[in-house]
């Protein structure tokens, strides 16, 4: 026998039944669509904190036990054997890549590692000091006016083909984002480099001067691009998924991608973070943070601290506090005080009943700033390289929603709770008892 649940309207003592389906992992979940099919009610969830928008088998994550695997594959193996390029893949097709698979993947980023000459223009219409992720989501969207060639979404190479042009020409826009703020001439891919060689330089050299790429920043950033490329129906990765459900042009859902990111409570915390410990300055002042945090009546929150769904350490966070460590040791203690700040930051917060009863232990967010800033990147950029990392899950979620057999908008539901039925009254008679003119 199926396994369903059972609402009874205690008011009607309608009784519906509602099936119970089983995945790989994580929860089972309740078919919630006889709800308003057979009682002609919605189910309100505010924050979705309670439901699943869709089927999906990119990514598994178990927020009370810490875990996160991508395809199967836990992160903590994939950031220590795999590379960016090669997680993009894994996400887009669902398996590891053979070496051919691998070097045809690379080839074909590699062609597409270029934007049209008037994209480039775009930039120029931003002020030098206009925040990178402000110059993201216009790019961007940008693309969405080319490649019309190959935009059926209802054709698997053009959405193949849309999906390599994203994972291809993101590092351009990223670092002409810095370029741009710097007031350098932007760079052009070099045929020869890999992935995240080319972003580093595309990023850093200059015409005039020597450049040379540095192994250990390449394997740092590497790193943090693999623990930043997916994590399930984020509120990034859903609206895209939601903007993608309306057919819209897959640049432009990446766009919207970018815009939600930007916000502080989700990718712009790396942002925010670093910004934090700057504004401690020493560990002596961190409880004077700690207690604003726990102020409700203080819109103070500790950045990089608490998350949706994990209530336990972040693994992508154990795993960036680590190579914080390594990277610092090599780089002789530049930005040391920074990760001293946060280390403390995290023992003592750790130690305080309102982070320990509420489960808020560090994200993603909470040291990968300091590694970005050790690597030369200003933090207005922070946010830029998480969509950079990000745009592979994107567009990866993209790929899987589209190909559903069930692909249908996304439109929710409401609870009303605004006026009754009224009819229209004239200006005129609007503004109370009218006021006798002065004679
Ligand atoms: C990311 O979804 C994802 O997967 C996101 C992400 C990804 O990879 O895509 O993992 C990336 O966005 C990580 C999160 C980065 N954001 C921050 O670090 C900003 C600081 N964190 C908070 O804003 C907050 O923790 C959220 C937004 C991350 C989570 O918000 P929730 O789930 O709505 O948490 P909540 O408001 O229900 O918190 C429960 C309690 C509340 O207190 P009470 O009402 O129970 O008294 O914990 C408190 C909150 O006030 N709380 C915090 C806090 N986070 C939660 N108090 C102080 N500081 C914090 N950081």
Same mark, same amino acid.
């Given at each position: 026998?199926?396994?369903?649940?059972?609402?009874?309207?205690?008011?009607?003592?309608?009784?519906?039944?509602?099936?119970?389906?089983?995945?790989?992992?994580?929860?089972?979940?309740?078919?919630?669509?006889?709800?308003?099919?057979?009682?002609?009610?919605?189910?309100?969830?505010?924050?979705?904190?309670?439901?699943?928008?869709?089927?999906?088998?990119?990514?598994?994550?178990?927020?009370?036990?810490?875990?996160?695997?991508?395809?199967?594959?836990?992160?903590?193996?994939?950031?220590?054997?795999?590379?960016?390029?090669?997680?993009?893949?894994?996400?887009?097709?669902?398996?590891?890549?053979?070496?051919?698979?691998?070097?045809?993947?690379?080839?074909?980023?590699?062609?597409?590692?270029?934007?049209?000459?008037?994209?480039?223009?775009?930039?120029?219409? %931003?002020?030098?000091?206009?925040?990178?992720?402000?110059?993201?989501?216009?790019?961007?969207?940008?693309?969405?006016?080319?490649?019309?060639?190959?935009?059926?979404?209802?054709?698997?190479?053009?959405?193949?083909?849309?999906?390599?042009?994203?994972?291809?020409?993101?590092?351009?826009?990223?670092?002409?984002? %810095?370029?741009?703020?710097?007031?350098?001439?932007?760079?052009?891919?070099?045929?020869?480099?890999?992935?995240?060689?080319?972003? #580093?330089?595309?990023?850093?050299?200059?015409?005039?001067?020597?450049?040379?790429?540095?192994?250990?920043?390449?394997?740092?950033?590497?790193?943090?691009?693999? #623990?930043?490329?997916?994590?399930?129906?984020?509120?990034?990765?859903?609206?895209?998924?939601?903007?993608?459900?309306?057919?819209?042009?897959?640049?432009?859902?990446?766009?919207?991608?970018?815009?939600?990111?930007?916000?502080?409570?989700?990718?712009?915390?790396?942002?925010?973070?670093?910004?934090?410990?700057?504004?401690?300055?020493?560990?002596?002042?961190?409880?004077?943070?700690?207690?604003?945090?726990?102020?409700?009546?203080?819109?103070?929150?500790?950045?990089?601290?608490?998350?949706?769904?994990?209530?336990? %350490?972040?693994?992508?966070?154990?795993?960036?506090?680590?190579?914080?460590?390594?990277?610092?040791?090599?780089?002789?203690?530049?930005?040391?005080?920074?990760?001293?700040?946060?280390?403390?930051?995290?023992?003592?917060?750790?130690?305080?009943?309102?982070?320990?009863?509420?489960?808020?232990?560090?994200?993603?967010?909470?040291?990968?700033?300091?590694?970005?800033?050790? #690597?030369?990147?200003?933090?207005?950029?922070?946010?830029?390289?998480?969509?950079?990392?990000?745009?592979?899950?994107?567009?990866?979620?993209?790929?899987?929603?589209?190909?559903?057999?069930?692909?249908?908008?996304?439109?929710?539901?409401?609870?009303?709770?605004?006026?009754?039925?009224?009819?229209?009254?004239?200006?005129?008679?609007?503004?109370?008892?009218?006021?006798?003119?002065?004679?």
């Amino acid at each position: 026998m199926s396994r369903t649940v059972t609402i009874i309207d205690n008011a009607t003592g309608k009784k519906i039944e509602c099936p119970v389906l089983s995945g790989t992992n994580g929860p089972d979940v309740v078919d919630a669509s006889a709800i308003y099919r057979e009682l002609g009610m919605f189910a309100l969830d505010p924050g979705f904190l309670s439901t699943a928008s869709c089927r999906s088998s990119i990514t598994f994550l178990d927020g009370e036990a810490g875990i996160l695997r991508h395809r199967g594959y836990p992160i903590e193996q994939l950031a220590e054997h795999s590379n960016y390029l090669e997680v993009c893949y894994l996400l887009l097709y669902g398996t590891l890549p053979t070496s051919n698979q691998m070097t045809d993947f690379q080839n074909q980023i590699r062609e597409r590692s270029v934007v049209h000459e008037h994209l480039l223009r775009f930039y120029s219409g %931003y002020l030098y000091d206009a925040h990178p992720m402000s110059i993201m989501v216009g790019v961007t969207g940008a693309l969405s006016s080319y490649y019309h060639e190959a935009l059926d979404i209802n054709d698997p190479d053009d959405r193949d083909l849309t999906a390599r042009r994203v994972i291809a020409k993101m590092p351009i826009l990223a670092a002409n984002c %810095y370029k741009h703020s710097m007031g350098h001439p932007f760079a052009y891919a070099w045929p020869e480099l890999g992935y995240m060689e080319n972003f #580093l330089k595309m990023m850093f050299t200059r015409p005039h001067l020597p450049y040379e790429t540095i192994p250990l920043a390449c394997k740092a950033l590497e790193k943090l691009l693999i #623990l930043h490329a997916d994590h399930e129906q984020n509120a990034s990765t859903s609206t895209v998924r939601l903007a993608g459900s309306a057919e819209a042009n897959p640049f432009a859902c990446i766009s919207a991608g970018c815009v939600t990111l930007w916000g502080r409570a989700h990718g712009g915390a790396n942002e925010a973070v670093v910004r934090m410990l700057n504004d401690i300055q020493h560990p002596r002042h961190i409880p004077k943070f700690i207690e604003r945090a726990k102020n409700k009546s203080d819109p103070f929150r500790l950045m990089g601290f608490g998350h949706r769904v994990y209530k336990n %350490y972040d693994p992508r966070a154990a795993i960036i506090r680590k190579a914080c460590h390594e990277l610092l040791n090599e780089l002789q203690g530049i930005n040391q005080p920074l990760l001293d700040i946060a280390m403390r930051l995290e023992e003592i917060a750790l130690q305080d009943e309102y982070f320990v009863e509420r489960k808020l232990y560090p994200n993603v967010d909470f040291y990968s700033g300091i590694i970005l800033q050790a #690597l030369g990147i200003p933090t207005s950029m922070f946010t830029v390289i998480f969509a950079l990392g990000r745009s592979a899950g994107w567009i990866a979620h993209w790929l899987e929603m589209v190909a559903d057999p069930d692909f249908r908008i996304g439109r929710p539901r409401q609870l009303y709770i605004g006026s009754e039925k009224r009819s229209y009254v004239p200006i005129e008679q609007r503004d109370g008892p009218a006021r006798k003119k002065r004679s």
